[in-house]
Each structure stands twice: as structure tokens, then as C-alpha cells.
């Protein structure tokens, strides 16, 4: 047996309550996973005409936050936040932890929790796009292959790359 990431179901079975946890985020991620989003079916939420590049950030990181699939669930609330600090082999694995309101902070130009500077550290779209990416390929890294989160993963991967992409 290889040395790699450890299985999610194995880190589960050690631990009664990181199992009450992933009972919590499956029901979240319940009808989530069996929307799709693909270029086909995404609309179009607006554009950044006159838009500073700060701006254009901020209304991506906002429109993932809020997307919906189409019975009006916000899908990828999931990775609006980081996961809890109790789940530790998370944080072992892991080495660049982020989520949406992470790089919201950066896009406000905040560290830590001290005052917006109102500048993004995010000084390019390749910055951008590689900051969120982060997302998706710790999701992934992390979570098992089909699971509900795994496979929403992709789904924030595909929506993200449609709103860099459509304008700039």
C-alpha cells in the first residue's frame, strides 16, 4: 500500500464525531451534487463594462458565493468558508488552505482581520485565477473521488473559468 493522501472513509471510521461533521456537510451537498454546470448551461449574470479590475474581482468571488443551481440552492456555500479547525487531517494534508471569503479578503486588499485597504493582492487574473483554483484542487486533493464535494469541485471549477473568461 502507498503512502498518500489518507481516505476520507478511513479518517471518518477513527473519529465518531468528524462522522457527525460529514453527516452535516453531505445534507448540504445533497441536491448540490446532482446539478451540473457546465459552459452550456450558465447564464450570463451580467458583465464588467466600466468596471475596475477590483471591481470585476470582487462581482466573480460575489457570483460564486450566491450562484444557485436551478432549484434555487446557493451550491458552492460549501467553500465559501474554510473547513473547521477540528478537522485536523484536513489541515495536515492540506498545505494552502482556502475559500471564497479567503480570497474575498485579498481581493479588499485585508490581512488577517485587520482594515480593507481597498487594493487587491491580486494584482493579475493569472493571480486570480490561481488563488481560487486553490479551491477546487483542495476539494479535490482532499475529498474522494465522486464524492458530493469532490464532484462540486468541478462544478466551481468550470463556473469560475466561465466568468474569467467571458470578459477579459
Known amino acids: 500500500m502507498s503512502e ?3 481516505k476520507r472513509k478511513a479518517a471518518l471510521a477513527a473519529s465518531p464525531d468528524r462522522e457527525s461533521s ?3 456537510r453531505q445534507r448540504r451537498e445533497h441536491t448540490a451534487a446532482s446539478s451540473v454546470v457546465s459552459a452550456d448551461n450558465v ?22 458565493i450566491k450562484y ?16 473547521s479547525r477540528s478537522l485536523t487531517d484536513y489541515y495536515a494534508l492540506i498545505k494552502k488552505p482556502t475559500s ?8 479588499y486588499g485585508q490581512e488577517g482581520r485587520g482594515a ?4 487587491t493582492f491580486l494584482k493579475s487574473w493569472d493571480a486570480f485565477e490561481t488563488e ?8 479535490r486533493e482532499y475529498n474522494e473521488d465522486g464524492s458530493g464535494v469532490y464532484n462540486l469541485a468541478g462544478e466551481l471549477e ?10 477579459w
Open 116 to 119: 480593507p485597504t481597498g487594493r
Open 22 to 24: 460529514a453527516s452535516k
Open 132 to 139: 481560487v483554483s486553490w479551491i477546487w484542487r483542495n476539494a
Open 68 to 83: 444557485t443551481d436551478d432549484e434555487g440552492l446557493e451550491i458552492f456555500s460549501i467553500f465559501a468558508m474554510l473547513p
Open 43 to 64: 447564464t450570463d449574470p451580467g458583465d464588467f463594462t466600466g468596471k475596475t479590475f477590483q471591481q470585476a474581482q470582487e462581482q466573480i468571488i460575489n457570483e460564486l
Open 100 to 107: 471564497l471569503s479567503s480570497v474575498r479578503k485579498k481581493v
Open 158 to 167: 468550470v463556473r469560475e473559468s466561465y466568468l474569467n473568461l467571458r470578459q
Open 4 to 6: 498518500g493522501r489518507p
